[in-house]
């Protein structure tokens, strides 16, 4: 069973930076695609970001150019670099993975970007 774990959330101010992590529990390299999503409240979960198992990343529109999403495979951990954060940008964010036909998801983390 594939644990991931997020880690870096918090209280912003407009225009600041947070760089969140998810610790997977099994090798990544096992893992095919692994992915950031958002839900913030009386809204549908979405996108932010996603990278394959060959580097192939992809962005939600909202977040192109200010968000950037990698993987470390040797210590099993995917980041998520938000810069320029935006009021918008406020959300729990979730760590997805999907694995030999299975899809996992963290407990999820709170950012919150507000003056």
């Known amino acids: 069973q594939l644990q991931l774990v997020e880690s870096g959330g918090g209280l912003v101010q407009p225009g600041g930076s947070l760089r969140l992590s998810c610790a997977a529990s099994?090798?990544?390299?096992?893992?095919?695609?692994m992915a950031w999503y958002r839900q913030a409240p009386g809204k549908q979960r979405e996108l932010v970001a996603r990278?394959?198992?060959?580097?192939?990343?992809n962005y939600g529109d909202s977040v192109k150019g200010r968000f950037t999403i990698s993987r470390e495979n040797a210590k099993n951990m995917v980041y998520l670099q938000m810069n320029s954060l935006k009021a918008e940008d406020t959300a729990v964010y979730y760590c997805?993975?999907?694995?030999?036909?299975?899809?996992?998801w963290g407990q999820g983390t709170q950012v919150t970007v507000s003056s």
């Open positions: 997805y993975a999907d694995a030999s036909g299975r899809t996992y």
């Open positions: 099994a090798g990544l390299f096992s893992i095919n695609n």
């Open positions: 990278i394959t198992s060959g580097g192939r990343i």
